[in-house]
Every structure is written in C-alpha cells, then in structure tokens.
C-alpha cells in the first residue's frame, strides 16, 4: 500500500512542486492551505505522515503540530523558512519528527519522508521482531508507579491507563527506563534518538525531557520522576 502525505502549504507554487515530487515517488498526496483545513483532512483521510510550513494564513503551523499531537502519533515533518535554533527546537518540543528548512534538495527531503515512515511503520514490528529488550525485566520495566512495555511501545501511568508517547519520546522514556535509578548520560539518550532526528541537538534531549514531564510528572515544575543529574545526565526513581 502506498503511503499517504498530507501536504500543508498555502504557497500554490511550492505544493505544486511538492505534489509533483511527491507523486513522482508513488505517494497519495493530499493538499491543505490552512491550519483548519488539515485538521479537517487529518480527520477525514488520516495520513501516514504530515509535511507541513509554518507559515500559515489563519494558525501558526506550530498550532497544527500541537493540535495533532493531541489525538495522534502520525509522523510530522516541518519543511519551513524558519532557520533558527530556537524555532526548530519549538516544533520539535510539540512533537514535530524531523526538521527541514525550505530549498533543501528535493532529494534529501524525499529521503527524509522515506525514513520517517520507514521508522514509523518499524516501531513496533521492528521492536517485536529484536525479542526482548536487554533490560533487567525483559520486556517490561517498572519505575515510580509507571510501567513501560518496550516491546510493546506501550507505558501505562500509576493508573493503569495508557498514556501516549511519540516515538522519539518514547525512545527516550525507554533508555531511562531501562535501569531505574541508573543515570543515563546525554550522549546515550542522543544515542536513543539518533536515527530519529538526523542531526541531534544536544539540547534535544531537554526538549524531550520536558515533553516527558508534562506527561509523567505530577508537577512538571519540580520534577520528582524524571531527576537531572547536573552535567551527567537524567535517571528516572525507582
Ligand atoms: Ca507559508
């Protein structure tokens, strides 16, 4: 089956160019020029990856991003004028996927597409298919009430209720997860993430951090689950 792309762009010259591209490499393409209009789309046909601008007429495409991630896990490519740091760390916190500027090479952007879905459709076969995880509970891993089910990509809260996670998010969960009460290094959490953000900020990892916090943690101000261990690293209690 061949994968679905939802397409938000208000600038007809350049959806037109991205349709084409996209089209070219066997995609279904769907075309939105404003924030409500891919929400709608989103509802009416889900697609298998949104590539969406920034620059919208009504909302801020950084709207869209928070809006999806509020009922979906559907992979989410920013392709934008935008070049700053701070404004690619901003998408990237409301669970943005991956990053690209626009007059990246039509290439490298097709490429980008490929891979996200390549990882979006493998997270959980793919998981499955390595067995269990090489943590000290197998499959599971236990931590300040919540359970994480690496095999499964699945975390329920002190609860019992599932709570969702990106990808990304979840592979950072899952490295620290792993051995509770162990401090997990940046570099390593880098590592967690690595074929999921191409090329990882090291201050990635905090926008990461601080999405899992407002997930996990009573109080996302002061932190009692997930602990920064200044210079080191994080670790998640026991
Ligand atoms: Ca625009």
Known sequence: MTAHILLV???????????????????????????????????????????????????????????VRGRSNVPIIVLSARTTTEQRLAALELGADDYLTKGVDPGELLLRIRNTLARAQSGVAGSAARGPAQSSGGDVSRFSGWTVNFAGYTAQNPKGEDVEFTRSEFLVLA?????????????????????????????????????????????????????????????VVE
Not at 22 to 47: F, M, N, R
């Open 175 to 235: 490295a620290l997860a792993r051995h509770p009460g162990r401090v997990v290094s940046r570099d390593a959490l880098l590592d967690a993430i690595s074929g999921f953000d191409d090329a990882p900020l090291d201050r990635t990892i905090d926008t990461y951090i601080s999405r899992l916090r407002r997930k996990i943690e009573p109080d996302p101000k002061n932190p009692t689950v997930i602990l920064t261990m200044k210079g080191v690293g994080y670790r």
């Open 9 to 67: 762009e208000d600038d007809a010259l350049i959806s037109g160019l991205l349709e084409f591209h996209l089209k070219s490499e066997g995609y279904g393409v769907d075309i939105a020029a404003t924030v409500e209009d891919a929400l709608t789309a989103v509802e009416a046909h889900p697609p298998d990856l949104i590539l969406t601008d920034l620059g919208l007429p009504d909302e801020d495409g950084l709207a869209l991003i928070r809006k």
